[in-house]
């Protein structure tokens, strides 16, 4: 083959910068040697956390959206007796187009229950026959007075996005008990996703293997699991063992390429779900007795009864980490909340509460961690009262200073409440739990360092708990 002068050139130049270009990286370290690529390799196998955890999984319910504290968890005499009047301080509102001053107590009646007599609102009575078995957090905090910026300092850790979930983090650093079924599962709402959509079960830049693996809401819950009637059987056993030994010399030939085995473990894992994801979401043959404790009898309950009891399935089957999450800005009660709060209230709490139930009869409780909480909690003052002529319409703008959550089993204190607002509920004022310390807190839970549980990433150690003041929350473990 005869060759120009230009191409010649050409070829030589970019010979030559290559070469150039290699060793330079080689010299700086930022070369990868053939046995460090091969280090890098990534899994879903069981691994060893640093230390004994009490947690091996956890099934978060997420309500996104903000739900009013003031209105279910904490309980504030001072708004109560203001009701009606002019706040007395300062407010931090979201919303300044739609803000009044005009104070607005709790509008649903309190009661204390259980043995440790935690306030509860009369719009969850099922939360309240479980309240013996949670920590009530009354101090939550992020600061950032936005759905978008809190929702990703409660997932992610920062206010920003593109980096891993929590979900991410525990899945890469303990992999999972079962290779059939995803080691990561978000449970969508039929009503819609929630802000910012796929970034709440997003894997950031860890390798894609500990995404969230999305179940819809509706059957099929996962799409294309059975092989077209040509491959079923033993054709297909024999088709997916080529493409595997394929892709296996493929990869061997690219040592260190995470991406590409990442992929590849995620299409031998849909291979392996076709059986065991039928069984682990087919809640057919749970008993009547089981059904009906999650609400699936009723029309009104039935929906997030039955991603409640799909997680705890998914959980006994060895799933590490599920979400559920609730539709976008269900709770975002900016107006109507007189209407509107109670029917959200009913759509979650018998589902969620038997989730809890359910695990403890079941043994499972001691290890599983059990969250329920949104991004936010609610303001002690009215919003979009301007021509209104009564509080039908009338809602609570965002508050991010001071909100309530609670969480069970995988080593939390039954019957505890923790940290308290101001006199308003507007500020967390006692006990403050910081989203980096409710992290801190869950990995500790799970025997997992925070400072050790890092990704090597532009040659920087990248972890989840970032700031230097996180602590783990000790006054809330049992």
């Given at each position: 083959?005869?060759?120009?002068?230009?191409?010649?050139?050409?070829?030589?130049?970019?010979?030559?910068?290559?070469?150039?270009?290699?060793?330079?990286?080689?010299?700086?370290?930022?070369?990868?040697?053939?046995?460090?690529?091969?280090?890098?390799?990534?899994?879903?196998?069981?691994?060893?956390?640093?230390?004994?955890?009490?947690?091996?999984?956890?099934?978060?319910?997420?309500?996104?959206?903000?739900?009013?504290?003031?209105?279910?968890?904490?309980?504030?005499?001072?708004?109560?007796?203001?009701?009606?009047?002019?706040?007395?301080?300062?407010?931090?509102?979201?919303?300044?187009?739609?803000?009044?001053?005009?104070?607005?107590?709790?509008?649903?009646?309190?009661?204390?229950?259980?043995?440790?007599?935690?306030?509860?609102?009369?719009?969850?009575?099922?939360?309240?026959?479980?309240?013996?078995?949670?920590?009530?957090?009354?101090?939550m905090h992020t600061g950032v007075n936005n759905h978008g910026q809190s929702i990703y300092a409660l997932m992610n850790g920062q206010v920003t996005g593109g980096r891993p979930t929590l979900g991410s983090w525990v899945t890469y650093g303990l992999g999972a008990e079962n290779q059939d079924l995803p080691a990561y599962v978000a449970l969508t709402d039929p009503r819609g996703v929630p802000v910012l959509g796929v970034d709440n079960w997003s894997n950031g830049w860890l390798?894609?293997?500990?995404?969230?693996?999305?179940?819809?809401?509706?059957?099929?819950?996962?799409?294309?699991?059975?092989?077209?009637?040509?491959?079923?059987?033993?054709?297909?056993?024999?088709?997916?063992?080529?493409?595997?030994?394929?892709?296996?010399?493929?990869?061997?030939?690219?040592?260190?390429?995470?991406?590409?085995?990442?992929?590849?473990?995620?299409?031998?894992?849909?291979?392996?779900?076709?059986?065991?994801?039928?069984?682990?979401?087919?809640?057919?043959?749970?008993?009547?007795?089981?059904?009906?404790?999650?609400?699936?009898?009723?029309?009104?309950?039935?929906?997030?009864?039955?991603?409640?009891?799909?997680?705890?399935?998914?959980?006994?089957?060895?799933?590490?980490?599920?979400?559920?999450?609730?539709?976008?800005?269900?709770?975002?009660?900016?107006?109507?909340?007189?209407?509107?709060l109670p029917a959200t209230c009913l759509y979650v709490d018998q589902g969620a509460a038997a989730l809890v139930t359910d695990l403890k009869q079941r043994g499972l409780l001691d290890t599983t961690i059990v969250h329920w909480g949104g991004e936010m909690g609610r303001l002690p003052v009215i919003q979009n009262r301007a021509g209104a002529k009564d509080r039908k319409t009338v809602g609570r703008d965002h508050n991010t200073y001071g909100f309530s959550m609670w969480v069970?089993?995988?080593?939390?204190?039954?019957?505890?409440?923790?940290?308290?607002?101001?006199?308003?509920?507007?500020?967390?004022?006692?006990?403050?739990?910081?989203?980096?310390?409710?992290?801190?807190?869950?990995?500790?839970?799970?025997?997992?360092?925070?400072?050790?549980?890092?990704?090597?990433?532009?040659?920087?150690?990248?972890?989840?708990?970032?700031?230097?003041?996180?602590?783990?929350?000790?006054?809330?473990?049992?």
């Open positions: 083959m005869l060759h120009t002068r230009r191409s010649i050139l050409n070829r030589s130049a970019y010979g030559i910068g290559g070469i150039a270009l290699a060793t330079l990286l080689q010299e700086q370290g930022l070369l990868a040697t053939s046995e460090q690529a091969a280090a890098q390799h990534f899994d879903l196998k069981p691994k060893q956390p640093h230390r004994f955890g009490q947690a091996k999984a956890m099934i978060s319910m997420f309500m996104q959206g903000g739900p009013s504290h003031m209105d279910l968890f904490d309980p504030k005499p001072e708004l109560m007796r203001l009701d009606g009047k002019e706040f007395p301080g300062e407010v931090k509102y979201d919303d300044a187009a739609g803000a009044s001053r005009e104070v607005m107590g709790p509008q649903w009646k309190f009661g204390k229950h259980g043995q440790c007599g935690m306030d509860v609102s009369t719009l969850l009575p099922h939360f309240s026959r479980i309240v013996d078995d949670v920590t009530l957090i009354r101090s390798p894609s293997l500990y995404q969230g693996t999305v179940i819809r809401p509706k059957e099929p819950r996962i799409p294309n699991l059975d092989a077209p009637l040509s491959l079923k059987g033993d054709a297909q056993a024999r088709y997916l063992n080529f493409v595997q030994r394929i892709n296996r010399e493929h990869l061997e030939a690219r040592p260190g390429e995470s991406d590409l085995e990442a992929r590849i473990q995620s299409f031998e894992l849909a291979a392996r779900m076709q059986t065991a994801a039928k069984e682990a979401l087919d809640i057919s043959k749970e008993s009547e007795a089981t059904k009906k404790l999650y609400g699936i009898d009723n029309p009104a309950t039935a929906e997030f009864g039955t991603r409640c009891l799909i997680a705890r399935r998914l959980v006994e089957r060895g799933v590490r980490f599920v979400s559920l999450f609730t539709g976008n800005q269900t709770w975002d009660h900016h107006s109507s909340i007189l209407t509107s069970a089993g995988g080593g939390f204190k039954g019957g505890h409440m923790h940290g308290e607002t101001d006199e308003f509920g507007h500020h967390a004022v006692k006990d403050v739990v910081n989203h980096y310390d409710y992290h801190a807190t869950l990995l500790h839970l799970f025997g997992l360092d925070p400072k050790k549980l890092s990704y090597k990433r532009n040659g920087t150690d990248q972890v989840l708990v970032e700031n230097p003041q996180a602590r783990v929350v000790s006054e809330i473990l049992a």
